[in-house]
């Protein structure tokens, strides 16, 4: 059993404030005791926001140079405690061995890759007449982070702050803390300096308030629910801190007629169960023809029995939801689907059979679905689809959009200049054609209540400097016969 008990601040592994209590975290695999960790308070948020702002006074002088190098070692280290991360991440939110491997602690890696290469080139400064614009550090940093992609949602913060000249305190997911705390042994590992990564375990409402409310903390970036990130903001606004927020999705995937209609249905029920439906911008409404719901119920029943649950370590497809509380959520809002009215095409409540302990949900979809029913309006967050019929394209795009979310949406047809059009009309962050694969260049976020900023590639480098406009600045020149 893993015993996370300390916090990682100012350069050193140190025992929590007095008082601190601890937390059983659970594997949701078979609902065993997976390992413990302490939960933080605000003393130790105060501890580790000094140390952060201490370091920020030489971490944010160091050249691209320095931070290249650091980014590089950094690498290496992940590198070295890859198998270690991604056993991690399987232990404490039930992802199958093969996505751990494949899809969950390769994130970790790529994003740190990519802010490397970003800063090599990234333009700090920028002249204009006599006036130069430079972008600095913004300064401390607060990360708050989900259990759903665990360390993803670290490396995309913690890689673009270090480049840019940051400095930080993270609390990971309380419910998936594992994976960030090999991440604090793998910054420990590759020298980072003292107090420029700073880590507490903890809550929400305890750790994750004070961050969002600490004076000496610059910006919070948070990810997860809407609710929670309301609270953050709400927290961060006497302080007047930038608010960087990836929140909650429903996101629209409309097939239109002229798609490979088989391969869009298949690929989209598919994408929906990926990660047992526990990402934000999965695509969990799909609109198609209203004249060709049945074959698209047809389609979609068959890619769901496809679906194999099971435990993590098994040749499975999915394994379990992350804890009770998820479990207990996904279950009430199946319930509520069946009872307003929904056609449920596979899967429904209850577990699978065989699978009498943990936290697994039956591969659902429901068909005939109206987009005023709670399962088309709330985030459900488990592996269940929702299909939605349309009559013509305009109404596709109005039931699309109608959603307080924007974090994605996607299409799939054959036509690439109407693919062009129905993306330009969706009000949505990233808005994917025809199951395009991921790219960590492009910028990540969303519109509306899923959140404000970007995050991924050379976008995410803004969210973490300051512009200063430094005028009257001597010409070249005339700096050249000063300095003589």
């Known amino acids: 059993m893993r015993e996370y008990t300390k916090f990682y601040i100012d350069g050193k592994?140190?025992?929590?404030?007095?008082?601190?209590?601890?937390?059983?975290?659970?594997?949701?695999?078979?609902?065993?005791?997976?390992?413990?960790?302490?939960?933080?308070?605000?003393?130790?948020?105060?501890?580790?926001?000094?140390?952060?702002?201490?370091?920020?006074?030489?971490?944010?002088?160091?050249?691209?140079?320095?931070?290249?190098?650091?980014?590089?070692?950094?690498?290496?280290?992940?590198?070295?405690?890859?198998?270690?991360?991604?056993?991690?991440?399987?232990?404490?939110?039930?992802?199958?061995?093969?996505?751990?491997?494949?899809?969950?602690?390769?994130?970790?890696?790529?994003?740190?890759?990519?802010?490397?290469?970003?800063?090599?080139?990234?333009?700090?400064?920028?002249?204009?007449?006599?006036?130069?614009?430079?972008?600095?550090?913004?300064?401390?940093?607060?990360?708050?982070?989900?259990?759903?992609?665990?360390?993803?949602?670290?490396?995309?913060?913690?890689?673009?702050?270090?480049?840019?000249?940051?400095?930080?305190?993270?609390?990971?997911?309380?419910?998936?803390?594992?994976?960030?705390?090999?991440?604090?042994?793998?910054?420990?590992?590759?020298?980072?300096?003292?107090?420029?990564?700073?880590?507490?375990?903890?809550?929400?409402?305890?750790?994750?308030?004070?961050?969002?409310?600490?004076?000496?903390?610059?910006?919070?970036?948070?990810?997860?629910?809407?609710?929670?990130?309301?609270?953050?903001?709400?927290n961060a606004a006497p302080t007047v801190k930038r608010v960087h927020q990836e929140l909650g999705g429903k996101s629209p995937n409309i097939i239109l007629d002229d798609a490979d209609f088989e391969r869009a249905v298949s690929g989209g029920v598919r994408a929906v169960m990926n990660n047992s439906g526990q990402s934000c911008n999965a695509p969990t409404r799909m609109l198609v023809p209203a004249n060709r719901m049945d074959e698209a119920i047809a389609i979609a029943r068959a890619a769901a029995e496809a679906t194999v649950v099971g435990r993590p370590e098994d040749k499975v497809t999915i394994g379990p939801v992350v804890s009770e509380a998820q479990f207990n959520k996904i279950q009430s809002l199946i319930q509520k689907g069946i009872e307003e009215g929904a056609t449920l095409v596979a899967g429904g409540p209850g577990r699978p059979e065989g699978l009498g302990k943990g936290y697994y949900v039956r591969p659902t979809v429901f068909a005939n679905v109206t987009n005023d029913m709670t399962i088309a309006r709330e985030e459900i967050f488990g592996p269940v689809l929702c299909i939605l019929g349309y009559r013509d394209l305009d109404e596709a795009v109005e039931i699309a959009n109608d959603t307080p979310y924007g974090l994605a949406a996607y299409i799939s047809g054959s036509d690439p200049v109407k693919l062009r059009e129905v993306a330009a009309r969706l009000r949505a962050g990233q808005v994917n054609l025809n199951g395009a694969a991921p790219d960590l260049m492009a910028p990540f976020g969303g519109y509306k209540m899923s959140g404000n900023g970007r995050e991924w590639g050379d976008h995410a480098f803004a969210e973490f400097l300051e512009t200063k406009a430094v005028l009257g600045v001597p010409k070249q020149a005339e700096q050249k016969q000063a300095a003589e």
């Open 13 to 234: 592994w140190v025992e929590p404030s007095a008082g601190a209590k601890t937390l059983d975290v659970i594997n949701p695999a078979d609902e065993s005791v997976a390992g413990r960790i302490s939960l933080g308070t605000a003393a130790d948020v105060d501890a580790a926001a000094k140390a952060a702002a201490r370091a920020f006074t030489t971490f944010s002088r160091t050249t691209r140079e320095e931070r290249i190098a650091l980014l590089e070692r950094i690498i290496e280290e992940y590198k070295k405690r890859f198998d270690d991360m991604a056993k991690a991440i399987t232990e404490e939110m039930g992802a199958p061995v093969w996505l751990a491997q494949r899809a969950q602690a390769p994130m970790g890696t790529a994003h740190l890759q990519t802010a490397l290469n970003v800063l090599k080139n990234y333009k700090f400064e920028e002249d204009r007449g006599s006036t130069v614009i430079v972008r600095e550090p913004i300064g401390v940093c607060g990360f708050i982070t989900p259990w759903n992609w665990p360390v993803n949602q670290i490396a995309c913060k913690v890689a673009p702050a270090i480049a840019t000249g940051c400095t930080m305190v993270l609390k990971p997911s309380e419910i998936a803390p594992f994976s960030g705390h090999i991440f604090a042994e793998i910054m420990d590992a590759a020298g980072v300096p003292p107090g420029v990564f700073n880590l507490v375990h903890g809550d929400g409402p305890t750790v994750g308030a004070a961050i969002s409310s600490h004076p000496l903390i610059d910006m919070v970036s948070f990810t997860g629910s809407t609710r929670a990130g309301i609270e953050v903001a709400r």
